[in-house]
Structure formats: C-alpha cells, structure tokens
C-alpha cells in the first residue's frame, strides 16, 4: 500500500528553521517525483517545490533559496529544509508523490497520493 | 507566471448537477487535474487529464475542457460532494512549475 507520512512540524520563532520528513512505503521515493505542497489557515493549497527521480529540483519563486527540498535514497524520505522563517509560512505542508505521463506532450504532472500533513507555526 | 482562476463558491441542491470552471491562458496548452478536500483532510485526486478518472472516484465526477478553461462537473450532487476543489496545472515553460487554482467551495443546499 502506498502511503506518506510527514513529521517534523511544531512551533518555531520566526527567523528560525525547521526541517520536515516525509517517510514513504509502497513506492521508491527516488524513483519519482515527489513535492511539498503548503495549505494555510482557511487558504487555498500552495506548491513550495518538486524533485525529479533525476535528483534536480525545482521551487516556486516564493521559496526559491530560503527553501530545499533534499532526499535520502537509503531512508526512502523526502525533506523539506525550512529557512528564514516568517509568520507567513504558518501552514499545513504536505508530501505528495506527483505522477508525470510522458506518453502526452505536454507531460501531463498531477499527484496522486497525498500525506496527512504537518502543522508548521511561525510564532514568538 | 501561470494563473488560474476559480470561482470561490459553487451552491447546488442535492441531485442537482454542479459545474466549477478553472480558468488560464496555459490551459490551452497544458493538461488540468482536479483534487476535492474535505475539511481536515488531504486532497484527493478526482480528474486527471482534464477529463480521466482515477478508480475509486464515483462517475458522477467527469470533466472537460475547451481552450482556456477547463470544467469540473459533479452529476447528482450529494450531501457528501460538499467540499473544496482545486484546478491544477503546470506552467509551460518546460521545467514542471506547479500551479494550482485559489479552490472552490462546493455547497450542497
């Protein structure tokens, strides 16, 4: 069974950081792509990033350089290092597995499975 | 950047039929995908491909697509349809920039 389980949510001051762990079963998270996809209080869902099974990685301009998304082949998890932290980046962040068909051109990229989340608050 | 437009509310009375547009210039280019959320929960996949269903997803769930704007439609509305629903698609610069629509607030009157 396919399954993503994300930790590593709390409180945290802001300018503080916080690194976040989605742990995968039922699937190589290497072998696909994989991103984090944020939801703020009573707003609407929010990509953050994705990594390709070719190991590079792509952000949302919001994100870019404060934000990395990383991987651990051996572990079969999927990070998200947090930087910079700001009130603003209080919010429900998500692991999902995203499928990419390339049989159609353009590559259709939707997800598939999707983690129950984890709160992240940045707060003093 | 890529946009997508969604109306934020969509009201229907039960067996009804409920449409939820998604709007975007690289909509007529790029494939759409629809995810329903119900509160406290995660997405779930609904349409994929603009007009795929996943198994598991009740065929009352069918969508469409015409140019720019793509159309979630929910036949025989049921209390347990009332939700949210994002549009997602990618920008078409070629690098898998992920975008997704501002949702929809289903409501079965």
């Known amino acids: 069974e396919v399954q993503v389980v994300e930790s590593g949510g709390g409180l945290v001051q802001p300018g503080g950081s916080l690194r976040l762990s989605c742990a995968a079963s039922?699937?190589?998270?290497?072998?696909?792509?994989m991103s984090w996809v944020r939801q703020a209080p009573g707003k609407g869902l929010e990509w953050v990033s994705l990594?390709?099974?070719?190991?590079?990685?792509n952000y949302a301009d919001s994100f870019q350089g404060r934000f990395a998304i990383s991987r651990d082949s051996s572990k079969n998890t999927l990070y998200l290092q947090m930087n910079s932290l700001r009130a603003e980046d209080t919010a429900v962040y998500y692991c999902?597995?995203?499928?990419?068909?390339?049989?159609?051109?353009?590559?259709?990229?939707?997800?598939?499975?999707w983690g129950q989340g984890t709160l992240v608050t940045v707060s003093s | 950047s890529h946009e997508l437009t969604q109306p934020p509310s969509v009201s229907v009375s039960p067996g009804q039929t409920a449409r939820i547009t998604c709007s975007g210039d690289a909509l007529a280019e790029q494939y759409a995908h629809w995810y329903q959320q119900k509160p406290g929960q995660a997405p779930v996949l609904a349409i994929y491909?603009?007009?795929e269903r996943p198994s598991g997803i009740s065929e009352r769930f069918s969508g469409s697509s015409s140019g720019t704007i793509v159309t979630l439609t929910i036949s025989g509305v049921q209390a347990e349809d009332e939700a949210d629903y994002y549009c997602q698609s990618t920008d078409s610069s070629g690098t898998y920039r992920v975008v997704f629509g501002g949702g929809t607030k289903l409501t079965v009157l």
């Open positions: 990594t390709y099974t070719a190991g590079s990685t």
């Open positions: 491909k603009d007009s």
């Open positions: 039922g699937f190589t998270v290497s072998s696909n792509y």
């Open positions: 999902a597995r995203f499928r990419v068909d390339f049989v159609v051109e353009p590559p259709a990229i939707y997800s598939d499975y």
